[in-house]
């Protein structure tokens, strides 16, 4: 099953310049389950598509909302020289393919 | 008497403290305050009305530049609309990270049109503004004792970067709040502040609890982000004690359980802890209970208080000037071809306009419709039907990056390349001229915690009376 068929929010978006965020919120509690048990969505996997070292990615699941919080460091400071997103909120794209 | 001393008065009952009503005007002013939906907040009688102005989420040329991110007529129609509602009613006004990065030009810019609103509208009221621009030796020595360390992917921060830094600011807490109001301030303009700091200042010298305290203030510094659907129309917090209530002023914008559960995500790099100058606020205990379809009611957050005082400091430092060309194609051959025609230009560009600075200039290109976004290791398949091609060039000085790009353009329009069959030019221009100068560049060199001995040295108040 794609990841997108499973969430209802799928977004990114700077915490501070350093720091990338990805918000995945599901409907219930069964696909947010399916989610945090899913291989393509840990720290390794999450730190291949994003080109940064495994131990800079933290996955944070978050019950309340039915949602998962990843951080993880920018590779380019939010508007550094060759940046390509200053709030860093079209950086989700990788995760609109991902295979659960 | 002061406003805190006015509150506690006023708020006093048999039980304990009554509810607090905190209404926040804004999570970014001078982006437009509705103007029904201000008004409906002030029927309800707040205690506080509060608004943030800026963030750090803009980028480097704010802080750096000392130039607001909002339009002048807009800012001053919102600062007008929230200075109306709050002397009206009498109570104070709190807004922080003044004229968006709350460095001084940011600061002195948002002082100004406050005082020409009240000139113009005969309003008379004690102003209060906090300074949070960091005394650069206080960091440099901080620095030489090991109390400065970076947050997230940065490097360390050195004594050059704190001397190079156009502007450098710390992030308030509410201590410096309190001291305005404790002052005799009716309107207190913050410089770079906590955004909860606007909203927990007064709950928290009042004496309600600093867990519910912060939780709420962190929540409606958003306004009806919140809610369901989001947006950005005033939100009102009824703070009850142990709980608060959310409820937005837009009665089409529902603060839900799940919505407001959620919002801890945003934009939080943990959505359990808030680390705070004074302490951090912990919400893994948070429950939420709908009151009715619109209202939600929270309770269960805890505050730590720090063991040691820190601050937030920012910084950004000019890096040279920039041009940028804007151009695009729709020919397949240039599309395949694209990364080595820029190779080959910049090549050329090189030979031809040496750069004049003792460092080379600085060439980025961004290829919308291939990786313009996001660093895809592999371009798309197929390839697009057309791409944009944004070249941006970053020089010593104004002439020489428009010059870089006036060359570049034209080079890139005629670049021959094996296959080509457009020989009548490259690409496709949606004006000219497609060389644009885009201004001073700037990068973000200091986004540190410094810890400190003392936070009221660093945010001096002034008070003027209007």
Redesign the interface.
């Known amino acids: 099953m794609k990841l997108t068929e499973l969430a209802r929010?799928i977004r990114s978006?700077?915490?501070?310049?350093?720091?990338l965020?990805l918000?995945l919120?599901f409907h219930d509690r069964s696909g947010f389950d399916r989610a945090c048990a899913a291989p393509a969505l840990s720290a390794s996997a999450i730190a291949g598509l994003y080109?940064v070292p495994v131990e800079?990615v933290?996955i944070?699941p978050?019950p309340?909302?039915f949602?998962i919080?990843i951080?993880l460091?920018?590779?380019v400071?939010?508007?550094?020289?060759?940046d390509?997103?200053?709030?860093g909120a079209?950086?989700h794209?990788?995760l609109l393919e991902l295979e659960l | 008497m002061n406003a805190i001393d006015r509150l506690a008065q006023e708020l006093a009952g048999p039980g304990g403290l009554k509810p607090l009503r905190v209404l926040a005007a804004s999570g970014q002013l001078g982006y437009g305050v509705p103007e029904p939906t201000l008004a409906a907040g002030l029927a309800r009688k707040p205690h506080v009305l509060g608004a943030d102005m800026g963030s750090?989420?803009?980028?480097?040329?704010y802080l750096g530049g000392g130039i607001m991110g909002t339009s002048p007529a807009v800012t001053r129609a919102d600062l007008t609309k929230v200075l109306r509602g709050a002397r009206a009613l009498n109570i104070p006004l709190l807004i922080g990270t003044a004229g968006t990065a709350g460095a001084r030009p940011h600061l002195e810019a948002t002082l100004q049109i406050v005082r020409d609103i009240a000139r113009a509208e005969g309003m008379h009221f004690r102003l209060a503004s906090i300074r949070a621009d960091m005394p650069r030796d206080l960091v440099k020595a901080a620095i030489r004792a090991g109390r400065v360390q970076?947050?997230?992917?940065?490097g360390d921060l050195t004594t050059a970067d704190v001397d190079q830094a156009a502007h450098l600011v710390g992030q308030m807490g509410i201590e410096a709040f309190q001291r305005a109001l404790r002052a005799d301030a009716d309107v207190v303009i913050a410089g770079r502040a906590c955004d909860t700091a606007v909203f927990a200042a007064i709950p928290a010298a009042l004496g309600y609890p600093m867990g519910p305290t912060m939780h709420m203030s962190k929540i409606i510094e958003c306004c009806s982000i919140c809610c369901v659907p989001g947006g950005r129309d005033p939100l009102l917090g009824t703070l009850e004690g142990e709980s608060f209530i959310l409820d937005s002023m837009n009665s089409e914008r529902h603060a839900t359980p799940?919505s407001v559960?959620?919002h801890?995500?945003?934009?939080?790099?943990?959505?359990?802890v808030v680390r705070e100058p004074e302490g951090s606020l912990l919400v893994d205990a948070?429950r939420?209970e709908a009151l009715d379809a619109h209202r939600t009611r929270v309770s269960g957050a805890r505050w730590e208080p720090a063991q040691q005082l820190s601050v937030k400091i920012e910084g950004a430092v000019r890096?040279g000037e920039r041009a940028v060309v804007l151009a695009a194609s729709a020919d397949p051959r240039v599309i395949a071809n694209i990364d080595a025609i820029l190779a080959g230009v910049e090549k050329t560009v090189r030979e031809l306009a040496p750069h004049s600075g003792s460092e080379p200039y600085?060439l980025?290109y961004?290829v919308y419709g291939i990786?313009?976004?996001?660093?895809?290791?592999r371009a798309p398949e197929p390839l697009p039907r057309e791409i944009f091609i944004l070249v941006?060039c970053?020089a010593a000085s104004a002439d020489e990056a428009k010059s870089v790009a006036t060359v570049f353009k034209q080079y890139m329009l005629h670049h021959g390349f094996p296959g080509r069959l457009s020989t009548g030019g490259n690409l496709a221009f949606p004006f000219t001229p497609p060389e644009l100068a885009a201004g001073t560049?700037?990068?973000?060199n200091a986004?540190h915690v410094m810890d400190v001995d003392a936070l009221e040295p660093l945010f001096p108040v002034e008070i003027e009376t209007l």
Not at chain 2, 264 to 272: A, F, H, V
Request: net charge neutral.
């Open positions: 929010v978006k700077n915490a501070g310049p350093t720091t965020t918000d919120m080109g800079r933290q944070l978050y309340p909302a949602a919080k951080a460091d920018r590779r400071i939010a508007g550094d020289p060759g390509r997103d200053v709030y079209q950086q794209g990788p | 750090i989420d803009p980028g480097p040329a970076p947050i997230g992917a940065i799940m559960a959620a801890s995500l945003y934009e939080q790099s943990d959505p359990y948070a939420y890096i600085r980025h961004r990786d313009g976004v996001f660093d895809w290791k941006e970053i560049a700037y990068r973000f986004y």
